[in-house]
């Protein structure tokens, strides 16, 4: 079974800072990645995607993230960083071979200072 | 497009009580799920449905837990009896059915549920 692993569990940044989220799977064959967002007091909403093609992605709000097969890794990242995206963050994975159903990582909690 | 609805929002009992939840997914979304997000934990699927037939239960503990959805449409999980560490949010899920592939899952605002 795969499982995902997110390193970052609490972030502080102040506004303007870059951000780096480490996610973690393991699984060796063929995986679709997504990453996740939960604003405060919101339900969680997709912020980006990868299933094939290039390995950069871009999401909504400035995120974009870059899957690197070889090291089993999909991190998270903005060049800036705003007060709004303070809220938690999930990475999950979708095994090829495992339909639709989602395993996500344990969260981190980004809290951006103004 | 109207989400996927919950309720209860909130809900507190005690220990050995039971407890249910309600989901209503997207309109026309065939599967569905139901997650425990247990505090400072990301979400675990817990039950899938196709239609109403039950795809995946394997983490379900299903000595106290039960879920349904007789018509394919609505969905309800009981709990019962519920214990400490049931705390936690629950979480509805909807997805369309495709052809193949993988089908964006969309999430409803959760039950947030205490025992005491």
């Known amino acids: 079974a795969q499982s995902v692993s997110q390193h970052n569990h609490h972030v502080i940044l102040s506004e303007a800072a870059s951000l780096e989220l480490g996610c973690n799977y393991s699984?060796?064959?063929?995986?679709?990645l997504f990453w996740y967002v939960q604003y405060p007091g919101q339900h969680l909403q997709l912020l980006l995607k990868y299933f094939s093609g290039d390995p950069l992605v871009k999401g909504i709000k400035g995120f974009e993230a870059e899957f690197i097969k070889s090291k089993f890794s999909f991190n998270l990242r903005k060049p800036s960083v705003q007060w709004s995206d303070t809220a938690e963050y999930f990475c999950?994975?979708?095994?090829?071979?495992?339909?639709?159903?989602?395993?996500f990582g344990g969260g981190t909690r980004l809290m951006v200072k103004p | 497009e109207a989400g996927v609805a919950q309720s209860p929002r909130y809900k507190i009992i005690e220990k050995r009580q039971s407890v249910a939840f309600w989901c209503n997914p997207i309109?026309?979304?065939?599967?569905l799920y139901w997650y425990q997000q247990i505090l400072g934990q990301g979400p675990k699927l817990l039950i899938q449905?196709?239609?109403?037939?039950?795809?995946?239960d394997s983490q379900l503990p299903k000595d106290r837990f039960s879920a349904e959805r007789l018509k394919g449409v609505d969905s309800t999980l009981k709990i019962q009896p519920a214990k400490l560490e049931d705390s936690a949010v629950y979480l509805c899920a909807s997805s369309s059915q495709g052809l193949a592939g993988y089908n964006e899952q969309f999430f409803g605002p959760g039950t947030r549920l205490t025992v005491l």
């Open positions: 999950a994975v979708n095994a090829w071979n495992a339909g639709n159903m989602l395993t």
């Open positions: 699984y060796g064959g063929t995986v679709n």
């Open positions: 309109s026309g979304h065939a599967t």
């Open positions: 449905f196709q239609n109403n037939g039950v795809v995946d």
